[in-house]
Protein backbone atom coordinates (compact mmCIF):
# COMPACT_ATOMS: atom_id res chain seq x y z
CA UNK A 1 0.00 0.00 0.00
CA UNK A 2 1.21 3.74 -0.90
CA UNK A 3 1.58 6.05 2.23
CA UNK A 4 -0.53 8.98 1.62
CA UNK A 5 2.74 10.57 1.43
CA UNK A 6 3.87 8.54 -1.24
CA UNK A 7 0.52 9.17 -2.93
CA UNK A 8 0.57 13.43 -2.53
CA UNK A 9 4.77 12.67 -4.45
CA UNK A 10 3.10 10.89 -7.07
CA UNK A 11 0.63 13.42 -7.97
CA UNK A 12 3.16 16.76 -7.62
CA UNK A 13 5.23 15.02 -9.81
CA UNK A 14 2.36 14.38 -12.49
CA UNK A 15 1.55 18.46 -11.99
CA UNK A 16 4.91 19.31 -12.11
CA UNK A 17 6.10 17.10 -15.15
CA UNK A 18 3.20 19.56 -17.33
CA UNK A 19 4.01 22.56 -16.17
CA UNK A 20 7.78 21.98 -16.74
CA UNK A 21 7.58 22.94 -20.34
CA UNK A 22 6.02 25.89 -19.76
CA UNK A 23 8.71 27.39 -17.58
CA UNK A 24 11.55 26.38 -20.19
CA UNK A 25 9.18 27.92 -22.93
CA UNK A 26 9.17 31.04 -20.79
CA UNK A 27 12.66 31.09 -20.32
CA UNK A 28 13.83 31.02 -23.88
CA UNK A 29 12.46 34.32 -25.42
CA UNK A 30 16.50 34.71 -25.71
CA UNK A 31 19.01 31.68 -26.26
CA UNK A 32 20.03 30.00 -23.48
CA UNK A 33 22.79 26.97 -23.08
CA UNK A 34 20.88 23.83 -20.68
CA UNK A 35 23.13 24.49 -17.38
CA UNK A 36 22.38 28.37 -17.13
CA UNK A 37 18.16 27.41 -17.61
CA UNK A 38 19.16 24.66 -14.87
CA UNK A 39 20.50 28.05 -12.90
CA UNK A 40 17.95 30.19 -13.63
CA UNK A 41 14.75 27.65 -12.93
CA UNK A 42 16.55 26.54 -9.72
CA UNK A 43 16.70 30.55 -8.65
CA UNK A 44 12.83 30.74 -10.07
CA UNK A 45 11.98 28.22 -7.37
CA UNK A 46 11.74 25.51 -9.83
CA UNK A 47 14.62 23.32 -9.34
CA UNK A 48 15.22 20.84 -11.92
CA UNK A 49 17.46 18.31 -12.81
CA UNK A 50 19.64 18.41 -15.39
CA UNK A 51 19.06 14.70 -16.07
CA UNK A 52 15.92 16.32 -16.93
CA UNK A 53 16.35 18.89 -18.26
CA UNK A 54 18.43 18.16 -21.25
CA UNK A 55 16.46 15.45 -22.37
CA UNK A 56 13.33 17.28 -22.66
CA UNK A 57 15.15 20.39 -24.41
CA UNK A 58 15.60 17.67 -27.01
CA UNK A 59 12.66 16.82 -27.66
CA UNK A 60 11.09 19.99 -27.44
CA UNK A 61 13.82 20.83 -30.57
CA UNK A 62 12.36 17.36 -32.29
CA UNK A 63 8.82 18.91 -32.10
CA UNK A 64 10.25 22.49 -33.48
CA UNK A 65 8.80 24.00 -30.01
CA UNK A 66 12.52 25.15 -29.77
CA UNK A 67 15.33 25.62 -32.18
CA UNK A 68 19.55 25.05 -30.96
CA UNK A 69 22.88 26.25 -32.47
CA UNK A 70 25.67 25.59 -31.33
CA UNK A 71 28.11 28.50 -30.13
CA UNK A 72 31.81 27.76 -30.25
CA UNK A 73 33.65 31.00 -30.20
CA UNK A 74 33.57 31.58 -26.15
CA UNK A 75 36.19 29.08 -23.55
CA UNK A 76 33.78 26.36 -24.42
CA UNK A 77 31.70 25.07 -26.82
CA UNK A 78 27.62 24.99 -25.47
CA UNK A 79 24.73 23.99 -27.18
CA UNK A 80 22.10 27.57 -27.15
CA UNK A 81 18.52 27.10 -27.37
CA UNK A 82 16.04 29.36 -27.84
CA UNK A 83 12.19 29.43 -28.68
CA UNK A 84 10.93 29.29 -32.44
CA UNK A 85 7.97 31.21 -33.58
CA UNK A 86 5.76 28.09 -33.31
CA UNK A 87 7.18 27.43 -29.73
CA UNK A 88 5.84 31.22 -29.01
CA UNK A 89 2.73 30.39 -30.61
CA UNK A 90 2.20 26.72 -28.08
CA UNK A 91 3.59 28.83 -25.13
CA UNK A 92 1.25 31.95 -25.04
CA UNK A 93 -1.87 29.42 -25.98
CA UNK A 94 -0.71 27.07 -22.88
CA UNK A 95 -0.17 29.95 -20.20
CA UNK A 96 -3.32 31.26 -21.57
CA UNK A 97 -5.18 27.70 -20.49
CA UNK A 98 -3.14 27.32 -17.76
CA UNK A 99 -4.18 30.90 -15.96
CA UNK A 100 -7.90 29.74 -16.97
CA UNK A 101 -7.49 26.35 -15.24
CA UNK A 102 -5.77 27.89 -11.83
CA UNK A 103 -8.96 30.36 -11.79
CA UNK A 104 -11.42 27.76 -12.11
CA UNK A 105 -9.43 25.24 -9.70
CA UNK A 106 -9.59 28.47 -7.42
CA UNK A 107 -13.26 28.61 -7.87
CA UNK A 108 -13.95 25.14 -7.03
CA UNK A 109 -12.17 24.69 -4.29
CA UNK A 110 -13.66 28.24 -3.17
CA UNK A 111 -10.03 29.97 -2.69
CA UNK A 112 -9.81 27.62 0.85
CA UNK A 113 -6.37 28.17 2.30
CA UNK A 114 -5.09 25.93 4.81
CA UNK B 1 41.34 6.35 -12.80
CA UNK B 2 41.58 9.97 -12.79
CA UNK B 3 38.88 12.49 -12.86
CA UNK B 4 38.84 12.77 -16.25
CA UNK B 5 38.87 9.44 -17.22
CA UNK B 6 35.24 8.51 -15.14
CA UNK B 7 34.08 11.45 -16.86
CA UNK B 8 35.07 10.18 -20.24
CA UNK B 9 33.85 6.72 -19.04
CA UNK B 10 30.19 8.11 -18.43
CA UNK B 11 29.83 9.74 -21.11
CA UNK B 12 30.81 7.36 -23.34
CA UNK B 13 28.34 4.72 -21.13
CA UNK B 14 25.29 7.33 -22.10
CA UNK B 15 26.12 7.77 -25.29
CA UNK B 16 26.82 3.54 -26.53
CA UNK B 17 23.01 3.44 -25.87
CA UNK B 18 22.16 6.63 -27.72
CA UNK B 19 21.23 5.99 -31.12
CA UNK B 20 24.65 6.80 -33.39
CA UNK B 21 23.48 9.95 -35.37
CA UNK B 22 22.74 11.45 -31.72
CA UNK B 23 26.19 10.28 -29.69
CA UNK B 24 28.43 13.03 -30.91
CA UNK B 25 26.04 15.51 -29.92
CA UNK B 26 25.09 14.54 -27.16
CA UNK B 27 28.23 13.86 -25.84
CA UNK B 28 29.54 16.94 -26.86
CA UNK B 29 26.76 18.83 -24.58
CA UNK B 30 27.45 16.59 -21.34
CA UNK B 31 30.78 17.33 -21.76
CA UNK B 32 29.51 20.88 -21.63
CA UNK B 33 26.92 20.21 -18.34
CA UNK B 34 29.70 18.06 -16.49
CA UNK B 35 31.90 21.02 -16.67
CA UNK B 36 29.60 23.77 -15.92
CA UNK B 37 28.39 21.82 -12.92
CA UNK B 38 32.04 21.27 -11.61
CA UNK B 39 32.74 24.89 -12.23
CA UNK B 40 30.02 25.81 -9.66
CA UNK B 41 30.96 23.80 -7.13
CA UNK B 42 35.42 24.75 -7.26
CA UNK B 43 36.16 25.80 -4.04
CA UNK B 44 33.74 23.94 -2.32
CA UNK B 45 36.03 22.66 -0.09
CA UNK B 46 35.74 19.14 -1.17
CA UNK B 47 38.62 17.34 -3.53
CA UNK B 48 38.17 17.09 -7.17
CA UNK B 49 37.26 13.54 -7.12
CA UNK B 50 34.59 14.18 -4.87
CA UNK B 51 33.00 16.62 -6.36
CA UNK B 52 33.20 14.97 -9.74
CA UNK B 53 31.61 11.71 -8.24
CA UNK B 54 28.81 14.18 -6.36
CA UNK B 55 27.91 15.64 -10.03
CA UNK B 56 27.77 12.08 -11.68
CA UNK B 57 25.47 10.53 -8.67
CA UNK B 58 23.43 13.68 -9.52
CA UNK B 59 23.00 12.96 -12.88
CA UNK B 60 22.46 9.86 -12.20
CA UNK B 61 23.11 6.22 -13.91
CA UNK B 62 24.53 6.33 -17.56
CA UNK B 63 21.61 3.33 -18.44
CA UNK B 64 18.58 5.71 -17.06
CA UNK B 65 19.59 9.33 -18.72
CA UNK B 66 20.12 7.52 -22.14
CA UNK B 67 16.82 6.47 -21.31
CA UNK B 68 15.63 9.43 -20.97
CA UNK B 69 17.08 10.58 -24.00
CA UNK B 70 15.22 7.61 -26.06
CA UNK B 71 12.18 8.72 -24.73
CA UNK B 72 11.87 4.63 -23.90
CA UNK B 73 8.21 3.11 -23.43
CA UNK B 74 9.26 1.53 -20.12
CA UNK B 75 6.60 -1.03 -20.50
CA UNK B 76 5.98 -4.15 -22.31
CA UNK B 77 2.07 -3.62 -23.35
CA UNK B 78 0.79 -1.08 -22.98
CA UNK B 79 -2.86 0.01 -21.98
CA UNK B 80 -3.91 -0.28 -25.43
CA UNK B 81 -3.16 -3.87 -25.96
CA UNK B 82 -3.34 -5.31 -22.71
CA UNK B 83 -6.98 -5.91 -22.10
CA UNK B 84 -6.79 -8.49 -25.46
CA UNK B 85 -3.15 -9.68 -24.33
CA UNK B 86 -5.02 -11.18 -21.27
CA UNK B 87 -7.49 -12.27 -22.90
CA UNK B 88 -5.62 -14.58 -25.85
CA UNK B 89 -2.89 -15.47 -22.98
CA UNK B 90 -5.92 -17.33 -20.90
CA UNK B 91 -6.91 -18.86 -23.86
CA UNK B 92 -3.74 -20.18 -25.09
CA UNK B 93 -2.78 -21.08 -21.46
CA UNK B 94 -5.88 -22.98 -20.71
CA UNK B 95 -5.83 -24.90 -23.99
CA UNK B 96 -2.41 -25.59 -23.28
CA UNK B 97 -3.22 -27.43 -20.01
CA UNK B 98 -5.95 -28.92 -21.24
CA UNK B 99 -4.28 -30.34 -23.91
CA UNK B 100 -1.37 -31.30 -22.47
CA UNK B 101 -3.27 -33.27 -19.88
CA UNK B 102 -5.41 -34.91 -22.45
CA UNK B 103 -1.70 -36.01 -24.26
CA UNK B 104 -0.79 -37.28 -21.12
CA UNK B 105 -3.53 -39.05 -20.10
CA UNK B 106 -4.24 -40.70 -23.60
CA UNK B 107 -0.36 -41.25 -23.21
CA UNK B 108 -0.63 -43.70 -20.29
CA UNK B 109 -3.67 -45.23 -21.18
CA UNK B 110 -1.69 -46.67 -24.73
CA UNK B 111 0.98 -47.23 -22.51
CA UNK B 112 -0.76 -49.74 -19.65
CA UNK B 113 -2.31 -51.26 -23.14
CA UNK B 114 0.28 -51.80 -24.47
CA UNK B 115 2.35 -53.13 -21.80
CA UNK B 116 1.19 -56.82 -20.75
CA UNK B 117 1.89 -58.52 -17.58
CA UNK B 118 2.01 -55.94 -15.09
CA UNK B 119 2.03 -55.91 -11.13
CA UNK B 120 0.52 -53.24 -9.16
CA UNK B 121 3.48 -52.47 -8.05
CA UNK B 122 4.60 -51.75 -11.68
CA UNK B 123 1.84 -49.80 -12.56
CA UNK B 124 1.87 -47.25 -9.30
CA UNK B 125 5.34 -46.62 -9.94
CA UNK B 126 4.68 -46.17 -13.80
CA UNK B 127 1.79 -43.79 -12.48
CA UNK B 128 3.39 -41.36 -10.34
CA UNK B 129 6.75 -41.12 -13.06
CA UNK B 130 3.62 -40.28 -15.83
CA UNK B 131 2.08 -37.66 -13.61
CA UNK B 132 5.58 -35.91 -12.63
CA UNK B 133 6.15 -36.06 -16.46
CA UNK B 134 3.13 -34.32 -17.35
CA UNK B 135 3.10 -31.89 -14.71
CA UNK B 136 6.84 -31.07 -16.03
CA UNK B 137 5.25 -31.00 -19.72
CA UNK B 138 2.23 -28.53 -18.44
CA UNK B 139 4.72 -26.22 -16.72
CA UNK B 140 6.90 -26.23 -19.81
CA UNK B 141 3.80 -25.94 -21.94
CA UNK B 142 2.48 -22.89 -19.99
CA UNK B 143 5.70 -21.20 -20.00
CA UNK B 144 5.94 -21.71 -23.67
CA UNK B 145 2.90 -20.05 -24.66
CA UNK B 146 3.61 -17.24 -22.17
CA UNK B 147 6.60 -16.22 -23.72
CA UNK B 148 4.94 -16.73 -27.20
CA UNK B 149 2.01 -14.85 -26.71
CA UNK B 150 3.89 -11.87 -24.96
CA UNK B 151 6.31 -11.75 -27.44
CA UNK B 152 3.96 -11.24 -29.86
CA UNK B 153 1.95 -8.30 -28.36
CA UNK B 154 5.21 -7.06 -27.70
CA UNK B 155 5.90 -6.81 -30.66
CA UNK B 156 2.21 -5.05 -31.66
CA UNK B 157 3.43 -2.74 -28.82
CA UNK B 158 6.45 -1.76 -30.69
CA UNK B 159 4.66 -1.66 -33.76
CA UNK B 160 1.90 -0.04 -32.91
CA UNK B 161 2.78 3.34 -34.89
CA UNK B 162 1.97 1.24 -37.70
CA UNK B 163 -1.19 -0.04 -35.96
CA UNK B 164 -2.18 3.59 -35.66
CA UNK B 165 -1.68 4.47 -38.99
CA UNK B 166 -4.03 2.53 -39.64
CA UNK B 167 -6.47 3.87 -37.41
CA UNK B 168 -5.81 7.20 -38.44
CA UNK B 169 -6.57 6.58 -42.02
CA UNK B 170 -9.80 5.05 -41.58
CA UNK B 171 -12.49 7.19 -39.91
CA UNK B 172 -12.68 8.14 -36.29
CA UNK B 173 -14.96 6.76 -34.01
CA UNK B 174 -18.22 8.68 -33.93
CA UNK B 175 -22.13 7.96 -32.31
CA UNK B 176 -23.27 7.14 -35.37
CA UNK B 177 -21.37 4.49 -36.05
CA UNK B 178 -23.50 2.85 -33.02
CA UNK B 179 -26.52 2.76 -35.55
CA UNK B 180 -24.75 -0.52 -37.07
CA UNK B 181 -24.38 -1.92 -33.53
CA UNK B 182 -27.35 -3.12 -31.74
CA UNK B 183 -27.24 -4.18 -28.42
CA UNK B 184 -27.56 -8.06 -29.50
CA UNK B 185 -30.65 -9.82 -28.37
CA UNK B 186 -30.12 -12.67 -26.93
CA UNK B 187 -30.34 -15.06 -29.39
CA UNK B 188 -27.28 -13.02 -31.04
CA UNK B 189 -24.65 -13.77 -28.67
CA UNK B 190 -21.92 -15.86 -29.47
CA UNK B 191 -21.29 -17.89 -26.48
CA UNK B 192 -17.16 -17.30 -25.06
CA UNK B 193 -17.41 -20.74 -23.83
CA UNK B 194 -18.44 -22.68 -27.04
CA UNK B 195 -16.04 -21.40 -29.14
CA UNK B 196 -13.14 -21.51 -26.43
CA UNK B 197 -14.27 -25.44 -25.52
CA UNK B 198 -14.35 -25.72 -29.66
CA UNK B 199 -10.60 -24.15 -29.67
CA UNK B 200 -9.40 -26.40 -26.81
CA UNK B 201 -10.85 -29.70 -28.11
CA UNK B 202 -9.45 -28.65 -31.65
CA UNK B 203 -5.46 -28.69 -30.21
CA UNK B 204 -6.30 -31.95 -28.14
CA UNK B 205 -7.26 -33.21 -32.18
CA UNK B 206 -3.97 -31.49 -33.57
CA UNK B 207 -2.11 -33.51 -30.64
CA UNK B 208 -2.96 -36.71 -31.26
CA UNK B 209 -2.95 -36.38 -34.85
CA UNK B 210 0.50 -34.52 -34.53
CA UNK B 211 1.69 -37.08 -32.11
CA UNK B 212 -0.37 -40.07 -31.37
CA UNK B 213 -2.03 -40.83 -34.92
CA UNK B 214 -1.66 -44.41 -33.42
CA UNK B 215 -4.00 -44.45 -30.69
CA UNK B 216 -7.19 -43.87 -33.21
CA UNK B 217 -7.81 -47.71 -34.04
CA UNK B 218 -8.92 -50.63 -32.54
CA UNK B 219 -7.98 -51.89 -29.19
CA UNK B 220 -8.36 -55.38 -29.36
CA UNK B 221 -6.93 -58.39 -26.82
CA UNK B 222 -5.21 -61.61 -28.12
CA UNK B 223 -5.90 -64.55 -26.90
CA UNK B 224 -3.19 -64.19 -24.60
CA UNK B 225 -4.94 -61.15 -23.05
CA UNK B 226 -2.53 -58.76 -24.61
CA UNK B 227 -4.43 -55.97 -26.08
CA UNK B 228 -3.31 -54.68 -29.57
CA UNK B 229 -3.80 -51.55 -31.32
CA UNK B 230 -5.05 -51.26 -34.71
CA UNK B 231 -4.93 -47.73 -36.26
CA UNK B 232 -7.50 -46.72 -38.43
CA UNK B 233 -5.36 -45.10 -40.91
CA UNK B 234 -2.37 -45.95 -42.91
CA UNK B 235 0.46 -43.69 -40.89
CA UNK B 236 2.56 -43.68 -43.29
CA UNK B 237 0.36 -41.68 -45.58
CA UNK B 238 -0.99 -40.14 -42.85
CA UNK B 239 2.07 -38.35 -41.98
CA UNK B 240 2.49 -37.12 -45.36
CA UNK B 241 -0.99 -34.94 -45.39
CA UNK B 242 -0.63 -34.19 -42.01
CA UNK B 243 0.54 -29.83 -43.28
CA UNK B 244 -3.40 -30.39 -44.78
CA UNK B 245 -4.82 -31.78 -41.84
CA UNK B 246 -2.61 -28.91 -39.52
CA UNK B 247 -4.25 -26.83 -41.88
CA UNK B 248 -7.93 -27.57 -41.63
CA UNK B 249 -7.12 -27.49 -37.76
CA UNK B 250 -5.85 -23.67 -37.69
CA UNK B 251 -8.61 -22.52 -39.91
CA UNK B 252 -11.08 -23.81 -37.54
CA UNK B 253 -9.03 -22.43 -34.86
CA UNK B 254 -9.33 -19.03 -36.74
CA UNK B 255 -12.90 -19.51 -37.26
CA UNK B 256 -13.37 -19.46 -33.25
CA UNK B 257 -11.02 -16.68 -32.50
CA UNK B 258 -13.19 -15.06 -35.02
CA UNK B 259 -16.72 -15.97 -33.41
CA UNK B 260 -14.77 -14.57 -29.97
CA UNK B 261 -14.25 -11.84 -31.23
CA UNK B 262 -17.19 -10.87 -32.86
CA UNK B 263 -19.02 -12.15 -29.43
CA UNK B 264 -22.42 -12.30 -31.71
CA UNK B 265 -23.82 -13.05 -34.95
CA UNK B 266 -23.71 -10.69 -37.81
CA UNK B 267 -23.64 -11.21 -41.64
CA UNK B 268 -20.17 -10.16 -41.53
CA UNK B 269 -18.90 -13.65 -39.72
CA UNK B 270 -21.35 -15.84 -41.16
CA UNK B 271 -19.69 -14.94 -44.62
CA UNK B 272 -16.17 -15.23 -43.12
CA UNK B 273 -17.51 -18.69 -41.35
CA UNK B 274 -18.67 -19.81 -44.58
CA UNK B 275 -15.53 -18.78 -46.66
CA UNK B 276 -13.39 -20.76 -43.88
CA UNK B 277 -15.41 -23.72 -43.64
CA UNK B 278 -15.02 -24.32 -47.46
CA UNK B 279 -11.66 -24.05 -47.24
CA UNK B 280 -11.23 -26.40 -45.01
CA UNK B 281 -13.74 -28.66 -46.42
CA UNK B 282 -11.68 -28.79 -49.59
CA UNK B 283 -8.58 -29.32 -47.50
CA UNK B 284 -10.43 -32.17 -45.72
CA UNK B 285 -11.89 -33.78 -48.85
CA UNK B 286 -8.43 -33.98 -50.52
CA UNK B 287 -7.22 -35.92 -47.69
CA UNK B 288 -10.36 -38.05 -46.56
CA UNK B 289 -11.53 -39.45 -49.79
CA UNK B 290 -8.00 -40.37 -50.74
CA UNK B 291 -8.32 -43.96 -50.15
CA UNK B 292 -4.35 -44.79 -49.46
CA UNK B 293 -5.13 -42.70 -46.27
CA UNK B 294 -7.18 -45.78 -44.75
CA UNK B 295 -5.52 -48.39 -43.40
CA UNK B 296 -7.81 -51.10 -45.37
CA UNK B 297 -6.23 -53.95 -43.86
CA UNK B 298 -7.65 -53.36 -40.64
CA UNK B 299 -9.86 -55.71 -40.35
CA UNK B 300 -7.81 -58.56 -41.69
CA UNK B 301 -5.66 -57.55 -39.47
CA UNK B 302 -8.01 -57.25 -36.19
CA UNK B 303 -8.80 -61.11 -37.24
CA UNK B 304 -5.40 -62.04 -37.32
CA UNK B 305 -4.76 -60.90 -33.88
CA UNK B 306 -8.24 -62.70 -32.47
CA UNK B 307 -9.95 -64.57 -34.93
CA UNK B 308 -12.70 -65.06 -32.68
CA UNK B 309 -13.06 -61.47 -31.99
CA UNK B 310 -15.66 -60.96 -34.84
CA UNK B 311 -19.00 -62.87 -34.50
CA UNK B 312 -20.01 -62.08 -38.23
CA UNK B 313 -18.10 -62.68 -41.52
CA UNK B 314 -14.84 -61.37 -41.96
CA UNK B 315 -16.38 -59.91 -46.03
CA UNK B 316 -19.01 -58.38 -44.43
CA UNK B 317 -16.99 -56.54 -41.85
CA UNK B 318 -14.70 -55.46 -44.96
CA UNK B 319 -17.09 -54.16 -47.24
CA UNK B 320 -18.79 -51.85 -44.04
CA UNK B 321 -15.08 -50.72 -43.40
CA UNK B 322 -15.02 -49.74 -47.10
CA UNK B 323 -18.32 -47.79 -47.28
CA UNK B 324 -17.08 -46.08 -44.04
CA UNK B 325 -13.74 -44.64 -45.51
CA UNK B 326 -15.72 -43.32 -48.64
CA UNK B 327 -18.32 -41.63 -46.99
CA UNK B 328 -16.35 -39.97 -43.88
CA UNK B 329 -15.70 -37.46 -45.88
CA UNK B 330 -19.19 -36.52 -46.74
CA UNK B 331 -19.62 -36.41 -42.81
CA UNK B 332 -17.35 -33.77 -42.31
CA UNK B 333 -19.15 -32.35 -45.77
CA UNK B 334 -22.41 -32.16 -43.87
CA UNK B 335 -20.34 -30.56 -41.03
CA UNK B 336 -18.92 -28.48 -42.52
CA UNK B 337 -22.38 -27.01 -44.77
CA UNK B 338 -25.09 -27.04 -41.73
CA UNK B 339 -22.11 -25.11 -39.54
CA UNK B 340 -22.04 -22.37 -42.61
CA UNK B 341 -25.62 -22.41 -43.23
CA UNK B 342 -26.21 -21.95 -39.73
CA UNK B 343 -23.74 -19.23 -38.87
CA UNK B 344 -25.28 -17.45 -42.13
CA UNK B 345 -28.64 -17.76 -41.55
CA UNK B 346 -28.14 -16.73 -37.73
CA UNK B 347 -25.62 -13.60 -39.07
CA UNK B 348 -28.83 -12.52 -41.37
CA UNK B 349 -31.65 -13.36 -38.93
CA UNK B 350 -29.78 -11.59 -35.81
CA UNK B 351 -27.11 -9.29 -37.49
CA UNK B 352 -29.28 -6.52 -38.44
CA UNK B 353 -30.99 -4.78 -36.27
Known sequence: ?114 | MTTREMIERYIYDVARRLPSEQREDISKELAGLIDDMLEERAGNGKTEQENTEDVLKEMGAPYALAGKYRGDKKYLIGPEYFEQYWFVLKIVLIAVTVGMVIAAVVQGVAWVLETPGMTQAMIFGNMASGVGMAVANVIMGLVQGFAWVTIIFAIIERCSLKVNIKEAVSEAWKPQDLKDKPVPTEKAILKKGDSIAGIVFTVAVIILFNLLPFLMGFWIAGPDGVVHSIPIFNLETLKTVLPLLNACFALGILREALRVAAGRHTVWLGAATTVLNLVAMILSCMVFFNPAIWNMEIINQAAAINPEFFTVGLDQLNMFFGYFTRYFGCILIFAFVLDSATSLYKGIRYGRA
Open chain 1, 1 to 114: METPEEILNGLSQELRRGTIVMCVLAQLAEPRYGYSLVQRLTEAGMPTEAGTLYPLLRRLEKQGLLASQWETDGAKPRKYYAITPQGTEVYRKLLKQWKEMAETIERITGGEEQ
